[in-house]
């Protein structure tokens, strides 16, 4: 199952935090093209008329060949920034309104990399690393906008290697009474 050559799709998003989130993606005609629940630690995803279950962190991996090294997918795509696990390794100021921060996330050979513009305190990049400083994958993170008591991006770019996922969200709202039976 090759998601990747659909090329533009719309999709849809539910999530409850902390660990329910529902993805469904359709092509023309609103075709249903893949339609993933993560639930805690594990992904089950309709997908090219399959049922697949996989680990969570492996879920953008197996359908859009983006290896996520680990990185919770949920996170990823609501365009949130995990805090550091460990710290903060270093701080650079390339710029007086950027600062680049390497944090430590307790991951032997692999660091993270943020870009901060220090005027609107938003994260407008994050780059995870290998060992030898090779990017793993990268994120850019724009427009955001206030979401209940969460700032959020609208836009967000996705690259790892040749493959680029980009997700532009037209309307967010908040339902706090969402069923978990809504999700499945």
Same mark, same amino acid.
């Given at each position: 199952? &090759?998601?990747? %050559?659909?090329?533009?799709?719309? =999709? %849809? ?8 989130? #529902?993805? +469904? @993606? ?6 249903? $093209?893949?339609?993933? @629940?993560? +639930? ?8 090219? =008329? ?7 962190? &492996?879920?953008?991996?197996? *359908?859009?060949? $983006?290896?996520?090294?680990?990185? &919770? ?6 365009? $949130? ?5 460990? =710290?903060? @390794? +270093? ?19 692999? %660091? #993270? ?8 305190? *938003? ?8 060992? %030898? ?13 206030? @979401? ?5 991006? !609208?836009?967000?770019?996705? &690259?790892?290697? +040749?493959?680029?996922? !980009? ?18």
């Amino acid at each position: 199952f &090759d998601l990747q %050559s659909v090329g533009s799709a719309s =999709g %849809s998003i539910l999530f409850q935090p902390p660990a329910l989130m #529902r993805l +469904d @993606v359709r092509g023309p005609l609103f075709s249903r $093209i893949l339609s993933a @629940v993560v +639930d805690g630690d594990l992904l089950t995803a309709v997908a090219g =008329g399959r049922t697949y279950y996989l680990p969570a962190t &492996d879920g953008l991996d197996a *359908f859009l060949e $983006i290896d996520l090294a680990g990185y &919770d997918p949920r996170l990823v795509l609501l365009g $949130i920034v995990a805090p550091p696990q460990v =710290g903060i @390794v +270093d701080r650079q100021f390339p710029r007086a309104d950027r600062v680049r921060l390497e944090l430590d996330d307790g991951v032997e050979g692999q %660091s #993270r990399v943020l870009w901060v513009d220090l005027h609107l305190g *938003f994260v407008e990049r994050e780059v995870i690393l290998d060992a %030898s400083g090779q990017t793993i994958w990268s994120r850019r993170l724009t427009d955001w906008r206030r @979401v209940g008591d969460l700032y959020l991006p !609208e836009r967000l770019r996705i &690259d790892s290697g +040749d493959r680029r996922l !980009e997700l532009t969200y037209g309307k967010r709202q908040l339902d706090r009474g969402l069923q978990r039976r809504v999700f499945y």
